[in-house]
């Protein structure tokens, strides 16, 4: 097993797949310290704790050594509209023990006057991440605590390195230097990877992560990149960390600029901090203006340029090459999915590992796959971009392009009777899909008649309920810079 790059995503392929091979094969990684990597997925969504756990990593040795902090959802500032801010919340909204879905309880509510952004009392990690604390959810469905979801913040370069500490632990093998020749059998199969020292590689089965190069899957079996820039018009970011100037919170910022959005990620020790924007809308000089205005504290580092095309590869698996991370396609970081496209197809990876004759059926699946995987997570991005009022040439161009038919749908569907339609296998579920339907404007008409069995005010007696319970809970929990404290034992965190 040969994979073809370092940094996040060939880090943790070497992770997982040492971790399953055993004695069965293999596992070399070639990379080299010239080639640069994107690193910045700092900010991660909840099914980060699947492959920490799967690869064996302790929790709290973990957040030492990636200098993370904790991550309850992501608010999102000036979209819809200059001045107007709302969170989507890691969890689920209301009580697990309420039978009836929440979104309807609240539709149904609003024909008493409750306010469009109210919703944000009924999110225990919204409550939770806007007071600054944090707990670890629980187990009992009969806890406020059950309702609450979390990720990480963390630096993605030490991921990495902490990953490949890991790796060549168990045995993993890695090759410096770059790829300057293939060979490939006459059935069309890689054979060989030769490098610029003079090392030839040879493999059953070659994994991609050489970033957007993508010099397997694109380069060499010639596999063309999907272009989005339809619904996506930014192409480009600027990068840059700057200090902490207090204590980290526990959420992710995104702000809507004029010519595209910013983000704000806290870790323990510094703030990462990027503008996504279009070159077409806005000069790179005009950019730097931009970002380094709107930062928190001194800046770390020179920022950072970053040029990229959104959009998929139409096969991620050909013959006996399999892509990961960017080679297999890009979206912005917009809700954090970047790291969480590289497990995914890790697990999918895993769970369709080929024998020697069954390799064309597992590519198809595998295909199939990542295919409804990054159509799904586009879908919900494209969301942010095109319901918004604001005046901007770049936001003109989202909100009159046409959006894709299964997210019309999904819009349709959830204005006129405030169902959310949502496929089994879809990555953001119903607290997602609510909190930017609703924060985008996206205001239901009508909900589950079913609930007309239950009288107006036992309907709201039950949100007055859950929402004292909730609030409740959020002042029981400690700050989250004292969790850190406690896990991270530094002395380089601030006191409130």
């Known amino acids: 097993m040969a994979i073809l790059g370092g940094g996040t995503a060939g ?4 992770a997982a797949l040492s971790k399953v091979s055993a004695r069965l094969f293999d596992v070399t990684l070639i990379e080299s310290d010239e080639i640069g990597i994107i690193g910045v997925g700092e900010a ?30 992501i608010e999102f500032v000036d979209w819809y509209s200059p001045g107007e801010r709302y969170f989507h919340p890691f969890g689920r909204y209301g009580l697990a023990t309420d ?28 409550l939770t991440a806007r007071a600054g604390r944090f707990a670890l959810p629980s187990t009992d469905p009969k806890s406020p605590l059950s309702s609450l979801g979390y990720a990480f ?14 790796s060549e632990g168990r045995g993993v093998r890695r090759v410096e230097g770059k790829v300057t020749r293939i060979d490939r059998a006459d059935n069309g199969d890689i054979t060989v990877l030769h490098t610029d020292k003079g090392e030839t590689i040879g493999a059953d ?9 993508a010099l397997l899957i694109g ?40 010519a595209g959005w910013q983000w704000r990620i806290p870790l323990q020790h510094r703030i990462g901090n990027g503008l996504v924007y279009g070159s077409g809308y806005l000069s790179d000089d005009e950019a730097t203006v931009t970002l380094l205005g709107n930062l928190d504290g001194e800046t770390l580092a020179d920022p950072r340029l970053i040029r990229f095309r959104v959009g998929r590869r139409a096969l991620s698996w050909v013959r006996n090459v399999v892509a990961v991370g960017l080679s297999s ?62 005046n ?89 810079f004292e969790i850190l404290k406690r896990i991270v034992n530094t002395a380089s965190m601030q006191d409130a």
Request: proline share 5%.
């Open 205 to 213: 089965l070659f994994i991609d992560c050489s970033g957007m190069r």
């Open 329 to 390: 396609g890009f979206l912005e970081p917009l809700e954090s999915t970047s790291i969480h496209l590289i497990q995914s197809a890790i697990a999918k990876l895993l769970s369709l590992f080929p024998a020697r004759d069954t390799i064309a059926m597992s590519a198809q699946q595998f295909n199939r796959l990542m295919r409804d995987e990054y159509d799904g997570v586009r879908d919900f991005l494209i969301l942010h971009y095109h319901s918004t009022t604001r």
């Open 392 to 480: 901007e040439p770049l936001w003109q161009h989202c909100r009159h392009t046409a959006v894709p038919d299964s997210l019309h749908y999904k819009i349709e569907q959830f204005t006129r009777t405030g169902r959310l339609m949502l496929g089994t296998d879809e990555l953001f579920r119903d607290a997602s899909w609510f909190s930017v339907l609703v924060g985008q404007n996206h205001l239901p008409r009508d909900y589950n008649p079913l609930l007309d069995a239950e009288s107006t005010a036992a309907n709201a007696q039950v949100l007055s309920e859950q929402r004292r319970a909730l609030a409740s809970a959020v002042a029981a929990m400690p700050m989250h």
């Open 219 to 258: 380069g060499e079996c010639g596999v063309e990149l999907e272009d989005w820039s339809e619904w996506f018009p930014c192409d480009r970011a600027l990068t840059v960390p700057c200090a902490l100037v207090r204590p980290p919170e526990p959420f992710t910022r995104a702000t809507a600029r004029a």
């Open 153 to 166: 913040h963390f630096d993605a370069s030490l991921y990495a390195k902490y990953l490949r500490r890991l």
């Open 11 to 14: 880090w943790m392929c070497a």
């Open 99 to 126: 039978p009836v879905a929440f979104h309807h309880r609240w539709i149904r509510s609003r024909e008493a006057g409750r306010s469009r952004f109210d919703f944000e009392n009924f999110a225990l990690a919204t």
């Open 44 to 73: 991660t969504i909840p099914t980060i704790h699947w492959f920490n756990q799967f690869v064996g990593l302790d929790p709290d040795e973990f957040m030492r050594e990636t200098r993370a902090s904790f991550k309850l959802g």
